[in-house]
C-alpha cells in the first residue's frame, strides 16, 4: 500500500483515501511522483516512518535484571 503526500508538504495521505481522480492516477504510477492531470493536485511518496520508541515497553535487557 503506497502513502502519499503533497509536493508542497503536508499530511500524509493512503492511496485509499486519495480523491477519485487522484487515486486513479496514482495506482496507474510507477514513479515517486505525479501530477493529476483532472484536478492538478502534486503528489509525492511518502518516505517510509520509523516507529517511534515507546517508553512504556519494558525490553528483555530490562525484565532480566530485575531480582
Excluded at 499530511?11 to 483515501?17: C, F, L, R, S, V
Aim: net charge negative.
Amino acid at each position: 500500500m503506497k502513502v502519499w503526500m503533497p509536493a508542497l508538504g503536508g499530511e500524509i495521505t493512503y492511496q485509499e483515501d486519495l480523491t477519485a481522480c487522484c487515486a486513479r492516477v496514482a495506482h496507474s504510477v510507477d514513479e515517486s511522483a505525479f501530477e493529476c492531470p483532472y484536478c492538478g493536485a502534486m503528489w509525492q511518496a511518502a518516505m517510509p516512518v520509523e516507529p517511534e520508541y515507546d517508553a512504556f515497553v519494558e525490553s528483555s535487557s530490562e525484565q532480566q535484571g530485575a531480582a
